[in-house]
Nanobody, 126 residues
């Protein structure tokens, strides 16, 4: 059974940094796409970044380009999201996701992913 567990969320002031982690279990290494999504209260869940396990190819939403960096440690089934220059509009619950497919070239949607973590809260104050 695939399980994804996020950690690293917290409260920071604008301009600060956080590093999120997502540890996967219940599966052997294989080609897959992993992604970070976020959902603010009253808003739809939106794709933030994705990474393809085999090539390391990444995708970033325009709103986070140049500030966030997604990375992976395949040996330990772990994915990271380094978030710098945080803004109040980055405040949301952040979710880790996985699917057994190549990552889309376009902004990911929740329907693209089969497995989800429970989320970690990120709060950025002005």
């Amino acid at each position: 059974q695939v399980r994804l567990v996020e950690s690293g969320g917290g409260s920071v002031q604008a301009g600060g940094s956080l590093r999120l982690s997502c540890v996967g279990s219940g599966y052997d290494y294989s080609s897959h796409c992993m992604g970070w999504f976020r959902q603010a209260p009253g808003k739809q869940r939106e794709g933030v970044a994705t990474i393809y396990s085999t090539t390391g190819t990444t995708y970033y939403a325009d709103s986070v380009k140049g500030r966030f960096t997604i990375s992976q440690d395949n040996a330990n089934n772990t994915m990271y999201l380094q978030m710098n220059s945080l803004k109040p509009e980055d405040t949301a619950m952040y979710y880790c996701s996985l699917n057994w497919a190549i990552c889309s070239r376009y902004r990911p949607t929740p329907e693209d992913f089969r497995y989800w973590g429970r989320g970690t809260q990120v709060t950025v104050s002005a």
